[in-house]
C-alpha cells in the first residue's frame, strides 16, 4: 500500500484529489495520512468526502476512513466501471473540484460513464464551470469523447447547481496486460502537450448572473469593465451575456483565450459588497498576467494538466511554481516516477522525460 503525507507542501485537497485518482487508475492501494494537517479545522471536509465516495463507486472500492474530519484514509481501488452515477454534494459544494478528482481514471473507464452532480457550480477557491468546459476539458479530449451539459447554475450559499457529464473512453485501461502497456499504447497513439506559444488568435468572455439581479445589469457591467482592461490587446474578443434562475444570487465572469495550439484563462466570481467592475477587472488581470509574463498557460491550468503531462509528456510555461503545482508533481511522482523536470527562471518551465 502506497504511503502518502497528506500535510506535504500546500496540505490541502489537492494531494486527495490526485492522488485517488491516479490509484483509481492505476490500481494502487494508497494510504493517506496528515490530511489537511495544517488547516483548520484539520482533516476531511465534506467536498473531499463526496469526491472519494463517488470513486469508491466507480471503482468498487475498499476504504476505511471516510468520515468528515478523518486525518487518515485508505483507499483500494478495483476496476474502473462505466454506467450512470449521481452525486448530491449538497448546497454548493464545489463541482468542478468533485470534477478534478474523478476525470482522470473515468476517461479511461471499461464502458461509457455518465454522472450528474449537484452542489455549486460557480465557488469561490475553485475554478468556475465555463473555465473547467471551455479551458480543461478540450485539453482531454485527446482521450476520450466529453460532453458536459449544464442543467442549472448554483451559487453560494444554496448552491443546486447540476451538471451531468457523459465520457467515452477510447482507451480502457483494463484492455491492457499491464499499466505499462496502457502507458506505452498511450504514449504511442497520443500527442503530447506542446504548448510553448505566445500567440493569442481570439478571446471569449462569459458573463453571468442571476437573473434576480438583472435590474442591476450586473452581467453587462462586468463584462464590460473586462473589455475595457483588454482591448487594447488588438484581439477579436467574444462576447456573451447570460442570466440565469438560479436558488441563491450570484454572478461568475470566464476569459478564454485560444491560439493555434494552446488555450488558456481566468475567472472571477461576484461577492456580496463588491461591485461588478471589480469582478470583471480582476479576470482580465489574470488573463494579463499571462500575456504579459510570456507564458504559455496559466497557473490553474498548470497544476491541472500535471497528471495528463504524466501520461503523455509535454512541455509548457507558466509564471508561478505555485504550492497547488508544486504538490500535485510530488503526488503524481510517486505514481509516474521522477520523470518531471522543472525549471525556474524569470518564469517556469515544466517538461516530462519519457
Same mark, same amino acid.
Given at each position: 500500500m502506497l504511503l502518502i503525507d497528506g500535510s506535504y507542501g500546500e496540505g490541502g485537497g489537492q494531494i486527495l484529489r490526485t492522488s485517488v485518482a491516479l490509484s483509481s487508475l492505476y490500481k494502487i492501494p494508497i494510504?493517506?495520512?496528515?490530511?489537511?494537517?495544517?488547516?483548520?479545522?484539520?482533516?476531511l471536509k465534506a467536498q473531499h468526502l463526496h469526491a472519494?465516495?463517488?470513486?469508491?463507486?466507480?471503482?468498487?472500492?475498499k476504504t476505511r476512513g471516510l468520515y468528515v474530519k478523518s486525518t487518515e484514509i485508505e483507499f483500494v481501488p478495483e476496476r474502473?466501471?462505466?454506467?450512470?452515477?449521481?452525486?448530491?454534494?449538497g448546497t454548493a459544494g464545489s463541482i468542478t473540484l468533485l470534477l478534478q478528482a474523478v476525470i482522470l481514471p473515468i476517461l479511461f473507464a471499461d464502458d461509457k460513464?455518465?454522472? $450528474? =452532480?449537484?452542489?455549486?457550480?460557480? !465557488?469561490?477557491?475553485?475554478? /468556475?464551470? *465555463?473555465? #473547467?468546459?471551455?479551458? +480543461?476539458?478540450?485539453?482531454?479530449?485527446?482521450?476520450a469523447n466529453i460532453d458536459l451539459k449544464l442543467r442549472r447554475r448554483g451559487f453560494y450559499p444554496k448552491g443546486g447547481g447540476e451538471i451531468i457529464i $457523459? =465520457?467515452?473512453?477510447?482507451?480502457? !485501461?483494463?484492455?491492457?496486460? /499491464?499499466? *505499462?502497456? #496502457?502507458?506505452?499504447? +498511450?504514449?504511442?497513439?497520443?500527442?503530447?502537450?506542446?504548448?510553448?506559444?505566445?500567440?493569442?488568435?481570439?478571446?471569449?468572455?462569459?458573463?453571468?448572473?442571476?437573473?434576480?439581479?438583472?435590474?442591476?445589469?450586473?452581467?453587462?457591467?462586468?463584462?464590460?469593465?473586462?473589455?475595457?482592461?483588454?482591448?487594447?490587446?488588438?484581439?477579436?474578443i467574444y462576447k456573451n451575456i447570460e442570466y440565469v434562475d438560479t436558488l441563491s444570487p450570484g454572478a461568475v465572469i470566464t476569459i478564454v483565450a485560444k491560439s493555434d495550439n494552446r488555450i488558456f484563462g481566468a475567472d472571477a466570481v461576484g461577492e456580496k459588497g463588491k461591485p461588478a467592475e471589480l469582478v470583471g477587472?480582476?479576470?482580465?488581470?489574470?488573463?494579463?498576467?499571462?500575456?504579459?509574463?510570456?507564458?504559455?498557460?496559466?497557473?490553474?491550468?498548470?497544476d491541472n494538466?500535471?497528471?495528463?503531462?504524466?501520461?503523455?509528456?509535454?512541455?509548457?510555461?507558466?509564471?508561478?511554481?505555485?504550492?497547488?503545482?508544486?504538490?500535485?508533481?510530488?503526488?503524481?511522482e510517486?505514481?509516474?516516477?521522477?520523470?518531471?523536470?522543472?525549471?525556474?527562471?524569470?518564469?517556469?518551465f515544466i517538461s516530462t522525460i519519457i
Open positions: 494510504r493517506v495520512i496528515n490530511i489537511r494537517k495544517n488547516r483548520t479545522p484539520s482533516g472519494i465516495k463517488l470513486l469508491s463507486k466507480i471503482t468498487n472500492a474502473i466501471k462505466g454506467g450512470k452515477y449521481f452525486e448530491n454534494i460513464v455518465s454522472i $450528474k =452532480i449537484t452542489g455549486g457550480t460557480d !465557488v469561490r477557491f475553485s475554478p /468556475s464551470l *465555463d473555465y #473547467f468546459r471551455y479551458v +480543461i476539458l478540450p485539453y482531454l479530449e485527446k482521450f $457523459k =465520457i467515452s473512453p477510447r482507451y480502457s !485501461v483494463d484492455n491492457y496486460e /499491464s499499466m *505499462d502497456k #496502457f502507458v506505452e499504447t +498511450i504514449r504511442n497513439d497520443v500527442e503530447p502537450y506542446d504548448l510553448l506559444d505566445n500567440n493569442i488568435n481570439e478571446i471569449y468572455v462569459y458573463s453571468v448572473a442571476s437573473t434576480s439581479i438583472k435590474v442591476r445589469e450586473v452581467a453587462e457591467r462586468m463584462l464590460e469593465s473586462a473589455i475595457n482592461n483588454l482591448e487594447d490587446l488588438d484581439v477579436k477587472m480582476k479576470a482580465a488581470m489574470k488573463l494579463r498576467q499571462v500575456i504579459e509574463s510570456k507564458v504559455s498557460i496559466d497557473e490553474h491550468l498548470a494538466l500535471v497528471p495528463y503531462l504524466g501520461l503523455v509528456g509535454g512541455r509548457y510555461t507558466t509564471y508561478a511554481l505555485t504550492g497547488h503545482l508544486e504538490t500535485n508533481i510530488w503526488v503524481c510517486k505514481f509516474f516516477g521522477k520523470i518531471y523536470k522543472v525549471k525556474k527562471n524569470t518564469n517556469i
